[in-house]
């Protein structure tokens, strides 16, 4: 069962525009082309940080519209928040903030073995990183650039390196890069 951090970002390295706007990225392809639909029958938890959910909240009709429910998911999700937010009807969400450790376990079992998907911003799924806690980086690089905004993954990470495993082409305006998370040897004494 697997951390994966799967998302999509700008060709410079961006999630989403300075004040969280992604609509860039619907021009460029459409999910069912996409490994999503793959991926998420995989998937038996979600992590989200508070700008991604309130990105969901705010754009409920939208979600609705593309997907057929204003909460696309049936999967248990942790929303990391410092600060109250609202509860979308009929969504299995658990509002936490803090050490991601804890939350992990819980996440794996409700899990029941199936993968994790941190599904961003980058700084969460960063703090999943730097917990040793992030198997799979995969990401949609898209064919538009946004100048700033939110970055990928605002961490650095030279040693050990992320080893990438495959590319691959969606669409003319879409390429999907898919890494695996080396994780440091433990230290023997």
Not at 92 to 105: E, M
Not at 111 to 118: H, M
Not at 145 to 160: D, I, M, Y
Not at 180 to 186: D, G, I, M, Y
Request: overall charge negative.
């Amino acid at each position: 069962m697997p951390s994966q951090y799967y998302t999509a970002a700008s060709l410079d390295g961006f999630l989403a525009t300075e004040d969280d706007c992604i609509d860039w990225l619907f021009p460029l392809g459409s999910l069912a082309q996409s490994s999503y639909p793959d991926f998420i029958a995989e998937v038996g938890a979600l992590a989200m940080g508070s700008s991604t959910y309130e990105w969901m909240v705010r754009n409920a009709e939208a979600v609705l519209k593309e997907t057929g429910a204003a909460w696309p998911y049936s999967q248990p999700t942790w929303v990391f928040s410092s600060r109250p937010l609202p509860l979308i009807e009929g969504a299995d969400v658990r509002f936490v903030s803090g050490d991601v450790r804890p939350v992990f376990a819980q996440m794996q079992a409700a899990a029941g073995g199936r993968n994790l998907w941190i599904v961003g911003g980058g700084d969460l799924a960063g703090q999943f990183h730097d917990a040793g806690l992030l198997d799979e980086i995969i990401v949609q690089i898209g064919s538009a650039t946004l100048g700033a905004g939110k970055p990928l993954f605002p961490r650095r990470v030279l040693s050990p390196v992320l080893q990438l495993q495959s590319v691959r082409q969606m669409g003319a305006g879409m390429a999907e890069l898919r890494y695996a998370v080396r994780k440091a040897a433990p230290d023997v004494l």
